[in-house]
């Protein structure tokens, strides 16, 4: 069995080569598709990885060249429990190599870590994955339920290209998935006594990337102008920028809560909660991001010249809403913007699952199976996956990318950071989690 003394799986003796390979495969995806560089040879990396153990691969661009997606299945031997989909992407958002201490390409191995772009979103776990699937094809290892490996295209510009596109146009890839894991949890943190709580992600807010556009009357910037679209859209992006949405407990949040209070005695009062969500240290900005909607103004784009007043002005503004609160949302939006302000977005979805059941049971026992007395706890992303797009297919998604990680390790700022880089035993102790988890749940 895995992570028995008497020595590392074969799983275990690849996972950080793996990583390594994978960052130094450039899949900089900048959300402008005439700047693709390599997600097809990441994809095709890893179906040469797979088919070399046996794996029959299928390989599709989603809608465009070069948005390489690979997926394979392993038949479990329960086939009527329905499928577990383990997903992963292979592209990276961009880094710019001054600003770090290696380059974010190198995929070196230093100090005990993999260094580079990608190292914690998401190549670890598609490392991991990949070597647990292989391991599994070398060893006549047959899962209960059928597995089914997915490695995707274009989740960091929002998987129109990737996962969305697969869902919408083949669906029967992921035929039988009842549920699903891949990023953001699993990683551990570590609590007052010293006693590891591994987050597991069971919701995430929805996106609303919001265009907001003033019209007004061009006109000679020497005049008195009282139409000026400028100074209208400023005031209202203002207006929006400084509003403060209700907090609102969901369900994730509040066990999420209710589980650090167990563990740590550390109280949550009605009355500050952000106050005490702000003791929480490294998890103080993700957490507090989970009780209320944001509105982020981003961009702002008017005018050509300092003497011409432009007749349109425009404005970005990225909107995270909680699960329930969409309409409500809206409402307070139209508000706080009047009605001159045009609006239009681009909006993807909540989502949310409930902390329980058979493969949540499953979760506890691999991780504790390993870090014994470690606790688990759901949270909620304030960020967006892929799960937006399986959810849409009917399966329950879950972020469990399994990590112990050092309790003075920043982790949830080494996502989209500079020298983003993973502990390689906490690669190794994850190998060993999946491997686990996958043969049983
Ligand atoms: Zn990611």
């Given at each position: 069995m895995t992570g028995s003394p008497q020595g590392r799986s074969s799983a275990e003796a690849e996972v950080v080569t793996l990583t390594s390979e994978l960052i130094r495969?450039?899949?900089?995806?900048?959300?402008?598709?005439?700047?693709?560089?390599?997600e097809r040879k990441a994809a095709e990396y890893v179906a040469e990885k797979l088919a070399e153990v046996g794996y029959e691969t299928t390989y599709v661009?989603?809608?465009?060249?070069?948005?390489g997606n690979v997926i394979a299945r392993l038949p479990g031997s329960e086939p009527s429990r329905g499928a577990l989909l383990v997903h992963g992407h292979l592209d990276v958002v961009p880094a710019d190599?001054?600003?770090?201490?290696?380059?974010?390409?190198?995929?070196v191995v230093q100090d005990g870590y993999v260094w580079?772009?990608?190292?914690?979103?998401?190549k670890d776990m598609v490392a991991m994955s990949l070597a647990v699937a292989r391991r599994f094809k070398r060893d006549n290892v047959v899962p209960r339920r059928d597995i089914v490996f997915a490695f995707l295209a274009d989740e960091e510009a929002g998987s129109l290209q990737g996962a969305q596109w697969l869902v919408d146009n083949r669906p029967e890839l992921f035929e039988g998935a009842t549920e699903a894991i891949s990023e953001v949890g699993g990683f551990s943190i570590t609590v007052a006594d010293g006693t590891r709580a591994y987050l597991i992600q069971t919701a995430e807010k929805g996106i609303r990337w919001l265009t907001l556009r003033v019209r007004g009357t061009a006109g000679h910037g020497s005049m008195v102008h009282r139409d000026n679209a400028v100074t209208k859209l400023a005031a209202a992006v203002a207006r929006l920028g400084e509003h403060r949405f209700p907090i609102v407990l969901t369900d994730s949040v509040r066990e999420f809560m209710a589980g650090v209070t167990e563990l740590t005695g550390v109280e949550f009062p009605e009355d500050d909660l952000e106050g005490a969500v702000g003791k929480l240290g490294g998890l103080a900005r993700m957490i507090g991001a989970t009780l209320r909607d944001t509105a982020n103004p981003t961009m702002l784009t008017a005018g050509y010249k300092a003497n011409v007043i432009p007749s349109v002005a425009e404005a970005a503004v990225d909107c995270r809403v909680l699960p329930g609160r969409e309409e409500s949302f809206e409402r307070e939006l139209a508000e706080i913007l009047g009605p001159d302000i045009e609006r239009e977005w681009v909006s993807l979805p909540t989502v949310e699952t409930s902390f329980s059941g058979a493969l949540v049971d499953h979760m506890a026992n691999s991780i504790t199976a390993e870090d014994p007395g470690a606790k688990l706890l759901p949270y909620m992303l304030s960020g967006g996956t892929d799960a937006k797009s399986f959810q849409k297919l009917g399966m329950r998604c879950f972020g469990f990318a399994p990590l112990r990680l050092p309790?003075?390790?920043?982790?949830?700022?080494?996502f989209h950071g500079v020298d983003e880089r993973v502990p390689v035993d906490a690669l190794e102790f994850g190998t060993r989690v999946l491997d686990r988890f996958l043969r049983n749940c």
């Open positions: 495969i450039d899949t900089t995806n900048t959300g402008d598709p005439d700047t693709l560089v390599g661009e989603s809608g465009a060249k070069g948005r190599p001054s600003e770090w201490s290696v380059h974010p390409l190198s995929g580079g772009r990608g190292a914690v979103d998401m309790s003075d390790l920043d982790f949830s700022a080494l």
